[in-house]
């Protein structure tokens, strides 16, 4: 069960993409298949899977967005260069865990599904994972950036669960006794 979960983080990744809202289902559909196409390539080497992987999905993911939801209101009170050094060690953290979950895949079948707008700047998208023995739900939340009118991906909910609120959640209760310096340091 746990290492199904853990393949639906690393498809998490897969589908994200900063683009119009009419192309997202065509533009999820090349980017699934990409990646699938890396992942069963038994002449790469894992390293190779891992960075070629990491080039596709590195600039569909609003950090500065998906930090500022992970820490919710202790956002507002950091400085500049507190938000900064968040935002590159949650990056960092969020790349190093799909590349631990890319590691996992083990020829899971990801069925697409259609977007549903929710909010005029809101968009869930679904899919599912298909595996040896169950089926697994996932969303993909995006929201319209006003700056340049695409669509990001700000969070995925595996199986009914946020990847973004449980960081906000972990990281409420770390700040409860430690400080954000040590919560930067710790990711």
């Given at each position: 069960m746990i290492k199904k979960l853990l393949t639906l983080l690393l498809l998490s990744g897969i589908f994200a993409h900063a683009i119009e809202e009419q192309n997202i289902k065509t533009v999820m559909d090349t980017r699934v298949s990409k990646i699938l196409s890396i992942l069963k390539n038994s002449s790469l080497s894992q390293t190779q899977k891992e960075q070629?992987?990491?080039?596709?999905?590195?600039?569909?993911?609003?950090?500065?967005?998906?930090?500022?939801?992970?820490?919710?209101?202790?956002?507002?009170?950091?400085?500049?260069?507190?938000?900064?050094?968040?935002?590159?060690?949650?990056?960092?953290k969020i790349k190093y865990s799909y590349l631990d979950k890319l590691r996992l895949y083990n020829n899971q079948k990801v069925i697409l599904g259609n977007s549903k707008k929710i909010?005029?700047?809101?968009?869930?998208?679904?899919?599912?994972?298909?595996?040896?023995?169950?089926?697994?739900?996932?969303?993909?939340?995006?929201?319209?950036?006003?700056?340049?009118?695409?669509?990001?991906?700000y969070d995925v909910v595996l199986v009914g669960v946020s990847i973004i609120q449980t960081y906000r959640n972990q990281f409420a209760e770390f700040l409860k006794t430690k400080s954000i310096t040590e919560l930067t340091k710790s990711l």
């Open positions: 070629q992987s990491i080039v596709l999905i590195d600039d569909v993911f609003d950090y500065n967005t998906m930090s500022q939801i992970s820490l919710g209101r202790q956002w507002t009170t950091l400085s500049a260069g507190e938000k900064a050094q968040f935002i590159k060690a949650f990056e960092r909010k005029p700047n809101r968009i869930v998208f679904d899919a599912q994972v298909i595996g040896t023995d169950d089926t697994y739900k996932v969303e993909y939340l995006f929201y319209k950036n006003t700056t340049n009118n695409q669509w990001y991906i």
